[in-house]
């Protein structure tokens, strides 16, 4: 009996060892690895901006003479002018302004027809090279801006025949053109 008792009492400590014990709890499964944290990279800066070409002002000046009491560009004048409409073609063109002249020769109001017509000549011959007409402004200012001065006035009288006094105002008949544009 003292042996059944003992292994009752066996039997019962394992009993009440494996009732305490807890059981044994499954692995956990290992946790997925966490997803790769992104690197931090910094936009990239924007592309700098290109700089704007700065506009230059351009300006272009010619002028044309006339011969005595006519308003027809001389072969010497399209030459020059010529030059300038092609000196156009590379700018921004604002503005094309023509100034007529005259000399002291005829009565004032004469010279500033002529003046006026002097700067439509020039306009017109522009206009013919591809330069838009409204461009080109005209403007005639008569007899009052001689460039002569007071050379030619000892030369006699003011008169059509007198060839000393046409020849010295020669610098007088002209059209004075400027051009106005911007380079980019």
Known sequence: MIKNSWLLLVAFAFAAGCATQEPPKPEPEPAPAPAPVPEFKPAPPPPAPTPKPAAEKV?????VGFDFDKAVVKPQGKAQLDQLANKTGGINL??????GH??????DAYNQKLSVRRAEAIKAYLVSKGIEPNRIYTEGKGEKQPVTGDKCKKLGPEHRSNKKLVACLAPDRRVEIEVIGTRQ
């Open 59 to 63: 300006t272009f000046a010619a002028t």
């Open 94 to 99: 604002e503005v094309v302004i023509a100034i």
């Open 102 to 107: 005259a000399d002291v020769i005829g009565s």
